[in-house]
């Protein structure tokens, strides 16, 4: 079975960077399209970014676009989420996710995603 564990959180001010990791064990990444969620207190969880099997095709939610960036290590087995400028309401528990595909494409549906991880409390605040 897939496991998936994200490292990387913690409390940071407004402005500033955070790079979180998801990296698999069980099984290879290499057949999975990744994808990473928010969820904050009281809010339904929602896609940030999500990255395709090669890493040729990314996808960001528009209040993230410009400010993070999600890449992946095949090898590594290894996803990240760069966070730039980060903002009070970026504040969220961050999930990775592996959607099992055979197409070269990602998409930010959580009921897409086969496995999930616990997750990285992300704190922005000064």
């Known amino acids: 079975q897939l496991q998936l564990v994200e490292s990387g959180g913690g409390l940071v001010q407004p402005g500033g960077s955070l790079r979180l990791s998801c990296t698999a064990s069980?099984?290879?990444?290499?057949?999975?399209?990744m994808g990473w969620f928010r969820q904050a207190p009281g809010k339904e969880r929602e896609g940030v970014s999500c990255?395709?099997?090669?890493?040729?095709?990314?996808k960001y939610a528009d209040s993230v676009k410009g400010r993070f960036t999600i890449s992946r290590d095949n090898a590594k087995n290894t996803v990240y989420l760069e966070m730039n400028s980060l903002k009070p309401e970026d504040t969220a528990i961050y999930h990775c996710?592996?959607?099992?595909?055979?197409?070269?494409?990602?998409?930010?549906?959580?009921?897409?995603?086969?496995?999930w991880g616990r997750g990285a409390q992300v704190t922005v605040s000064s």
């Open positions: 069980g099984y290879t990444l290499d057949y999975y399209a």
């Open positions: 996710a592996a959607d099992v595909t055979v197409q070269d494409m990602c998409v930010m549906t959580r009921e897409k995603y086969d496995y």
């Open positions: 990255i395709s099997v090669s890493g040729g095709s990314t």
